[in-house]
């Protein structure tokens, strides 16, 4: 069997400048890339603990041949919030949580030891999705 493993994932954002002050400047992340064509613009981002793991920045559904009624829509579901967004892992956070809620990015959840076996917190970026950091507890 192949191995297979996540090389991207792609999250919606409608300022990609606003959304690299929280990827790159609060949690971390260094872009790799930044590409726009034809009014669409994709940012790469990584973690250099991850140099395989690729976290894309999209405009609003990113098809040419996508009507204005469905970006609209698309546009309208991340200004609500109901888009998903990512999970990452870190070993320590509490010191995470610290370092994103000063640097005054919006708090959905402060840590907390979770029943299924993690200690996590929420953050909002600046499009609206909800970004979580997952610390394994020993």
């Known amino acids: 069997m192949d191995d297979i493993k996540l ?3 792609f999250i919606t954002v409608d300022d990609a400048d606003e ?3 929280f990827y790159r400047d609060a ?6 890339n930044d590409v726009g064509y034809e009014g669409m613009r994709w940012v790469i981002l990584g973690s250099p603990a991850q ?3 690729a976290v894309v ?5 990113p098809d040419p041949h996508a009507s204005e009624a469905d970006r609209e829509a698309v546009k309208d579901l991340l200004a609500k919030g109901l888009l998903r967004g990512a999970i990452f892992s870190t ?9 994103i809620r000063s640097a005054g990015f919006e708090v ?3 840590p907390v030891d979770q029943h299924y076996g993690v200690r996590d917190c929420a ?3 600046p499009a609206g999705n909800m970004i979580r950091f997952a610390q394994p507890k020993v």
Do not use: K, M, Y
């Open 7 to 9: 090389s991207q994932c």
């Open 19 to 21: 959304a690299i002050v």
């Open 123 to 125: 953050f909002r970026d």
């Open 91 to 99: 070993e320590d956070v509490d010191a995470t949580f610290e370092r």
């Open 57 to 61: 920045l999209e405009t609003p559904l």
């Open 108 to 110: 959905l959840q402060e």
């Open 27 to 32: 949690l971390g992340l260094e872009v790799r």
């Open 51 to 53: 140099p395989d793991v």
